[in-house]
């Protein structure tokens, strides 16, 4: 029996077409079908993927803030907060 080798060769690299298929199950693409209302399929998922991006950068500033937030910064950021009658207010 003559066992088939394997190619020494590097199959070449696949340049990114702008275009592609994305395979995800039948429940996926009904929740898709579900959500997205008149915007199509395509439009739906990079809307979600943007949205995704905004949120996850809003986290990074949210701990870059927090990081550089010390305790004494926060509570002075408190008692002027209660000295100051008319914050919240409109």
């Known amino acids: 029996m003559k066992v088939a080798k394997k190619s020494p060769k590097k199959l070449p690299t696949r340049k990114a077409s702008g275009r592609a298929t994305l395979t995800l199950p039948a429940a996926t693409y009904q929740a898709i079908d579900e959500l997205r209302e008149d915007v199509s399929r395509s439009k739906f998922v990079e809307e979600l993927i943007a949205r995704e991006k905004r949120r996850r950068d809003r986290e990074a500033f949210v701990a870059l803030v927090n990081s550089q ?10 008692k002027l907060m209660a000295e100051t009658p008319s914050h919240g207010k409109r």
């Open 69 to 78: 937030c010390t305790e004494s910064y926060r509570l002075e950021t408190l």
